[in-house]
């Protein structure tokens, strides 16, 4: 059997289309090939046809430049030949075949992502056009199977094209300038500029790993090394810019060829903005998924805040616990098993264990937690480290408790401050498909609001979050509602939960219902300006309470006053006389 009629057998035996090319060419001899059915396709062939397999249902990863596969993948070549297709391209290059769909991605004489029945890439035992070298398979086609390839890898990779195409420009000119007896400088003052322009250390790795790679540099661990630890640095200790236009001329010998590779880092992109069409932002955007359905969804930044002692870290713990199980929240919001985060620098060991044991929490193994630790979001490298944690744990979601106490440096009431780090956090979450929700608390003054108001600090901590949640009392006791204060990606919600004891002795929360916003409206508002006015008087009659708060008929000032001695804010000191009570809920 001809080497031609073996392979088409191989390839239409694992279901795949192949197409006659140009003898020693890249072009395809059918007209319609990309509709045309696989049969009458195979009437084309020649003895001497290059053949190329058309991309139904598969991923190629075109990498031109075979120094680039470490960039790319920590697996070696021959680990990856054994999971799935994998092929020495007559240009110097590798294929990697995948099973599944993707976006069209290109970084020009890097790397390219191909799908779908419109591409194709040419395989064994064609003869490449140029160098007249065959493409030949590292992997035994005849025994293993195109694998699939995961939503988040594919993610991951694309990532990485994306930066290297935005530092394409700068990683070609460094190459050229990685010079014995520079390097080493070189990857200092490149490391500080890329730290400096708030990359992530990930994708800053990416950069170096390019450049040290394409310049055949053997010192690839000292390299990385040193960048790792210049993250590590106290900002305003870092050279950066300032180095690289001390070492350049040394290299190039002229001060114009240093300008023109400066202006190839990409500062303006990374420090302000980039311009793109409106379908390309819709075509590399997600799909709205959420981790609980439909109050939890996936990649956004959410506020949960409460007044203090509502019951805000316990009810984050049981969700915690939930999700990492794939149990329905409160008995009713159905969840996708999902890996958790607690980030809490406010409650300790022996606090957890007593939540523990009072919601009688098993199989807690699949929850992480950083307690208590000096980790702040706004010191330098926070954000970058916390985009670490998330990609290489593929943590879903992550609980912050709380605000004050995992920010050490900014003043929540300035909002140039809070936005520049919320900002980039919402960005991190968006990135990484990681939901970030943190707790916060609300004003003193009220015991109750539907006010985003009554959120403290800033108001770009409502503005910046997608979601925000409140958790409030009940009038009714033993109840605590949940409703969204603010809601980018859906309609609002309003929902009891029912806490109660079973036969145990463990505290359940359970789904109990919408809240007919109608009814409870005018009673809180009531409720508000009662406590206001208590706050002041400490102790005061029925009717000089009644008389003080204008605008109410005496029954919803009635059933106010029964919720505030419901929720335990008030207390009657005698028949007809309330006072102010200071003790927080008992139970939570």
Not at 94 to 107: C, D
Request: net charge neutral; with cysteine.
């Amino acid at each position: 059997m001809h080497l031609i009629d073996e392979s088409i057998k191989i390839y239409r035996g694992h279901n795949l289309v192949v197409l006659p090319l140009l003898p020693k060419s890249k072009q395809c001899i059918v007209e319609n090939w990309q509709s045309l059915e696989p049969k009458k396709i195979l009437e084309h062939f020649k003895p001497e046809s290059n053949i190329a397999i058309r991309l139904d249902g598969l991923i190629a990863i075109d990498i031109e430049k075979q120094d680039l596969w470490p960039v790319l993948t920590d697996l070696s070549v021959k680990d990856m030949a054994s999971r799935t297709w994998v092929q020495r391209t007559g240009g110097g290059g590798y294929h990697i075949l995948f099973r599944g769909e993707a976006k069209s991605f290109k970084v020009d004489g890097f790397v390219e992502i191909r799908s779908g029945s419109g591409q194709y890439v040419v395989v064994s035992p064609s003869i490449h056009p140029e160098s007249r070298k065959p493409y030949e398979w590292v992997t035994d086609i005849k025994k293993v199977s195109i694998s699939d390839i995961s939503k988040e890898d594919l993610e991951r990779l694309r990532h990485k094209l994306e930066v290297l195409r935005r530092f394409k420009s700068f990683i070609e000119a460094m190459t050229e300038c990685w010079k014995r007896y520079h390097r080493h400088h070189l990857s200092l003052w490149i490391s500080g500029v890329l730290y400096k322009m708030g990359l992530p250390l990930e994708d800053a790795e990416t950069v170096l790993k390019a450049i040290v790679y394409l310049s055949n540099d053997e010192e690839v661990n000292d390299r990385l090394r040193a960048l790792r630890d210049t993250f590590e640095k106290d900002y305003s200790k870092v050279k950066a810019w300032s180095g690289l236009k001390e070492e350049l001329p040394e290299i190039v010998g002229d001060e114009k060829i240093v300008s023109e590779i400066l202006r190839f880092i990409p500062i303006q992109k990374g420090l302000l903005f980039e311009v793109k069409s409106l379908k390309e932002l819709i075509d590399g955007a997600k799909d709205i998924t959420y981790i609980a359905k439909t109050i939890l969804p996936r990649g956004v930044l959410m506020l949960l805040t409460g007044r203090g002692g509502v019951g805000k870290s316990l009810l984050t713990l049981y969700m915690a616990h939930c999700i990492s199980n794939g149990k329905s929240v409160f008995n009713y919001f159905d969840t996708n098993q999902s890996r958790v985060l607690i980030i809490d620098n406010e409650n300790n060991a022996s606090i957890y264990k007593e939540r523990v044991e009072l919601l009688g929490l098993n199989h807690i193994e699949p929850i992480d937690i950083v307690n208590l630790s000096d980790f702040r979001l706004d010191k330098k490298g926070g954000i970058s480290k916390l985009r670490t944690t998330i990609t290489q744990n593929r943590y879903d979601i992550i609980f912050i408790d709380n605000w004050t106490t995992i920010t050490s440096r900014i003043d929540e009431n300035k909002s140039s401050e809070v936005s520049n780090l919320l900002t980039k956090l919402r960005k991190l979450a968006y990135d990484t498909n990681c939901s970030i929700v943190l707790i916060h608390h609300l004003r003193k003054s009220l015991p109750y609001s539907h006010s985003v108001d009554e959120v403290r600090g800033s108001s770009v901590l409502v503005n910046e979050a997608d979601i925000v949640l409140l958790l409030e009392k009940s009038v009714t006791p033993n109840e605590r509602i949940i409703r969204t204060l603010k809601n980018r990606l859906g309609e609002e919600f309003a929902f009891r939960l029912n806490l109660r004891y079973d036969q145990e002795g463990t505290l359940q929360i359970e789904y109990a219902g919408e809240v007919e916003e109608a009814i409870d409206s005018n009673v809180i508002k009531a409720a508000n300006e009662i406590k206001t006015f208590m706050q002041m008087a400490h102790v005061a009659k029925r009717s000089e309470i009644f008389q003080a708060v204008k605008g109410y008929t005496e029954t919803t000032l009635k059933r106010a006053l029964n919720y505030l001695l419901a929720i335990r804010e008030l207390e009657r000191q005698q028949r007809g006389v309330y006072r102010v009570r200071e003790s927080l809920d008992e139970v939570i």
